[in-house]
């Protein structure tokens, strides 16, 4: 028989499967961004220590490096995290829905990792005054020269791929079938199925027979209470007056004649 208290689970929306799969291309995407950005870690820092050798932003190319490792952390982060988060909107928990629209939020602002990485490594110009600092076009011509030719076209194309995938993905999930997939549904009651089997109800122990008078009981019986004792008997009658003296009285035993001469004789 049906539980009456399980609630009914609704079928999973298409926009909710479109909007998961469109936060595991994300995920991937950040992945293949991060891995391209880290081979070019030791390119990039190249070419800020020979622009900054014998000036006064020396050494300079450290913190670029440093900050290339900690832009790519970041992404890995959230690349795990939106496949977990993809995971969790499939089941319809609407915490992990509130947490993608967080996530999402965050690096939209942010212009995904790839952008960000680009501004932090472009950031490092020194165009403060000091005149012995090459400019930033000067730097973003040997980086130019030095990075291969597919890295900025293929960089720009997975940021914007990403960015539109995510955006996508979280109205997806603010789509009104989305939100009756993540409502929680109320308990529904469900008629018993003809023929099925009810719970069983718990054995009935049967009354024990008391045992035959004289008989010994059972094991593990407790034997009967003796019977009450019987009413006291009534008291006897009185005993027959005493007898008078012999030969008189109606119970006087008669003499024979022959015995006693003196009796009258007989009518």
Not at 237 to 265: L, Q
Request: charged letters at 10%.
């Amino acid at each position: 028989m049906a539980d009456p208290t399980s609630p009914a689970v609704p079928a999973r929306p298409a926009t909710v499967t479109i909007s998961s799969y469109l936060l595991y291309l994300y995920a991937a995407l950040g992945l293949i961004g991060v891995v391209i950005g880290l081979s070019v870690i030791g390119t990039t820092s190249d070419v800020y220590r020979e622009a900054y050798e014998g000036t006064s932003a020396e050494g300079a190319e450290a913190f670029v490096t440093v900050t290339s490792v900690i832009v790519g952390v970041v992404g890995l982060l959230f690349a795990v995290a939106f496949v977990v988060l993809a995971i969790f909107n499939n089941r319809g928990k609407n915490a992990s829905r509130i947490v993608t629209w967080v996530l999402g939020g965050v690096s939209l602002c942010c212009s995904g990792v790839s952008l960000a990485g680009s501004a932090f490594s472009s950031s490092m110009n020194f165009e403060s005054g000091q005149s012995d600092v090459p400019d930033a076009s000067e730097i973003q011509q040997r980086l130019e020269d030095a990075l291969p030719s597919w890295y900025t076209p293929v960089s720009v194309t997975i940021a914007v791929v990403s960015l539109l995938a995510l955006l996508v993905a979280l109205i997806l999930l603010a789509l009104p079938p989305s939100n009756e997939f993540f409502r929680k549904p109320a308990p529904v009651w469900e008629p018993p199925v003809p023929g099925a089997a009810y719970p069983a109800y718990p054995p009935v122990q049967p009354a024990t027979a008391a045992p035959a008078p004289g008989a010994p009981p059972a094991p593990g019986m407790t034997p009967p209470a003796a019977p009450p004792a019987s009413p006291t008997a009534p008291p006897a009658p009185p005993a027959a007056p005493p007898a008078g003296p012999a030969g008189v009285g109606p119970d006087a035993p008669v003499e024979d004649k022959k015995d006693n001469p003196n009796s009258p004789p007989s009518q």
